[in-house]
């Protein structure tokens, strides 16, 4: 194993029913990573999380975890790791610190131990002002967070994130984005599986992207939106009767197709860079054509997706 990598997916492949929902998929996570797996529903992301997590057996391939395999060392390997969405197991009626107190004596701390770890946990999380209050009185920010200091009770290496931010509102979003960026200064790898394009774009180092059980592409986020393209130039008119001449005049331009909507043209800024935005404005004052609104927009992980993915068929 290279030491920098904290876990590796090496050409892992898996079928339900003769159906092959993983194929040949391998990648690496680095220590002290936050790494993120995307794809449209049904892309095969559970899959690999639970092949990663041993709840379920590749037909091939190899998973490492910190250096252990999740086949041949299923046991030893348990103890790298922490999985979030474990709430089922959380008793409602006790209070925060008592579930944490249960949870770290299961884990095999001591009394005393098990006191501490609670209390630095309940501090981590913001949760020590509501630590005596009975779980059913938690709003879903406090359960979550509840959630994460549990798995986080045996000091995990590792920590997959399956979805930790679903159903928040943007202000208990945003406390939990800052929770997770303090795991990783604190030495956790963090593996992130999100339907927020923007949550990984926001944490990821580096993001996977996987459809039809297939890897499509790997890198940081602004390395996989370099990769659909660079700059787009969103042109709204002020009259729509304008748009078909428009659309001849900037296509030439960027000598690239442009998209209309209503009063919208969108094309992107291709090789002739930016110069061409004023060969655009002059060609088209030339036509008299007027113009609402200009904008350059840099690519979004959603442009990533929409252009790399298909989703189910
Ligand atoms: N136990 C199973 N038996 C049969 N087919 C399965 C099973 N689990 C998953 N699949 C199929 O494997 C494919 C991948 O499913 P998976 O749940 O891994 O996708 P996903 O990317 O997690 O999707 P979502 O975003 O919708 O949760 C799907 O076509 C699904 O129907």
Redesign the pocket.
Known sequence: MNNDNVIEVNKISKS??N?E?VKNISFDVRRGEIFSLL??????????LKMMTTLLKPDQGTISLNGFDTIEQGQRVRQEFSVTGQSTTIDEDLSARENLLIFAKLNGLSSKDAKTRADELLSDFDLINSAEQALSTFSGGMRRRLDLAVSLIGKPHILFLDEPTTGLDPRTRLQMWQAIQKLVEQGSTIFLTT?YLEEADRLADRIALIDH?KMITIGTPDELKQQVGGMQLRIELSDQKDAKSAKVIIQKVLNQPVSVSDKSLVGSIGDPGIKSVTTILDELQNAEISINNLNIESPSLDDVFFKMTVGKN
């Open positions: 339900f029913d159906k929902v794809g449209p529903n049904g892309a095969g992301k559970t899959t690999l339907q059980g």
